[in-house]
């Protein structure tokens, strides 16, 4: 059974940091493509980061130079580095399967996502 199960949101004040990690079991974690992917209150998804089975890595321009993509593969896991955030990086993250995933149909599997919340 494929899951992806994320972890590491929560409320954050302005300029703060947050970890998220992404568990991955169930598919070949270690040669596939992932992505972190973001929906904002009453928005679409938005595509935030990506990284390829090698670490090379793609961020969205609006998270360039404060969020960092990294992945694990000894232990099946995936990281999302936030830091400096802001109101508008407010949002339920997701994990996917899948370079540049930014639809419900171009990720192979999706985690349950997890709330990050922005906010003084």
């Known amino acids: 059974e494929v899951q992806l199960v994320e972890s590491g949101g929560g409320l954050v004040q302005p300029g703060g940091s947050l970890r998220l990690s992404c568990a991955a079991s169930g598919f070949s974690f270690s040669s596939s493509p992932m992505s972190w992917v973001r929906q904002a209150p009453g928005k679409g998804l938005e595509w935030v980061s990506s990284i390829t089975s090698v670490s090379t890595t793609d961020h969205a321009d609006s998270v360039k130079g404060r969020f960092t993509i990294s992945r694990d593969n000894a232990v099946n896991t995936l990281y999302l580095q936030m830091n400096s955030l802001k109101p508008e990086d407010t949002a339920v993250y997701y994990c996917?399967?899948?370079?540049?995933?930014?639809?419900?149909?171009?990720?192979?599997?999706w985690g349950q996502g997890t709330q990050v919340t922005v906010s003084s």
């Open positions: 996917a399967k899948g370079w540049r995933v930014d639809r419900w149909s171009s990720g192979d599997y």
